[in-house]
């Protein structure tokens, strides 16, 4: 079955603008989280959507913000971009349970969105 | 905080030298402790979920072992295939994934 697919795969931005990052999960999955990759900080949790509502959020500011659709498809933008900025966004889908308790921390990453940000 | 720490950061390993990567961590509630690989260029594939201390999930070479403090993933007589960055992540009560810094394996025909 295909996987989780990003796109862009790549960009390159200046300072001040925004950005909106695309994300398809796997068929039937309904979760969709989002994580930042630098080499400096590692994998850091952004937020998880879930049946089109913000299940959970990280510690980033409210420059980056994001959304899920009905079909599960889920989007993240980031405005007035900082250099800081410039990583790897990282989407990742799960099954995902209203009530969490089948929740398995298993999740399915795409290839990811690399961010340049000049 | 929840915190992963993984070491060392980086393993070179000969051909079928087998070695054994550490995540010690610090968590509110332990729901679960996950391993991921990563190769250059490629979102983390999902390796092992280990709920509880004493549990063991072993996969070809690789097999992960967990303590209340701590998770080791073992190596055996690793191939050139198996290079790559190994991930270990916590899930706490809040359901959030703290993921460590990883260790980058590299093996060596």
């Known amino acids: 079955k295909a996987g989780v697919t990003q796109t862009p795969r790549y960009l390159i931005k200046t300072r001040g603008q925004q950005v909106t990052l695309s994300c398809s999960p796997i068929s039937g999955h309904r979760s969709v989280s989002w994580y930042q990759q630098t080499p400096g900080q590692g994998l850091q949790f952004l937020f998880e959507?879930?049946?089109?509502?913000?299940?959970n959020k990280g510690n980033f500011p409210g420059r980056f913000s994001g959304r899920q659709f009905s079909n599960s498809r889920s989007e993240m933008n980031v405005s007035t971009l900082e250099l800081g900025d410039s990583a790897l966004y990282l989407c990742?889908?799960?099954?995902?349970?209203?009530?969490?308790?089948?929740?398995?921390?298993?999740?399915?990453f795409g290839e990811g969105s690399r961010l340049t940000v000049l | 905080e929840d915190q992963v720490t993984q070491s060392p950061e980086a393993l070179r390993l000969q051909e079928g030298e087998s070695s054994s990567l550490n995540c010690s961590y610090t968590?509110?509630?332990?729901?679960?402790l996950f391993w991921y690989r990563q190769d250059p260029g490629k979102g983390p594939e999902f390796l092992f979920t280990?709920?509880?201390a004493g549990e063991e999930k072993e996969k070809e070479r690789l097999k992960a072992t967990l303590t209340k403090k701590e998770s080791f993933l073992h190596i055996t007589a690793p191939k050139p295939e198996d290079s790559a960055t190994y991930l270990c992540a916590v899930q706490a009560n809040d359901y959030k994934l703290s993921f460590g810094a990883g260790t980058t394996v590299t093996v060596r025909a």
């Open positions: 959507y879930f049946s089109e509502t913000q299940r």
């Open positions: 280990l709920y509880s």
């Open positions: 990742a889908s799960s099954w995902g349970f209203s009530d969490r308790q089948s929740d398995t921390g298993e999740l399915f």
């Open positions: 968590v509110s509630g332990l729901r679960g």
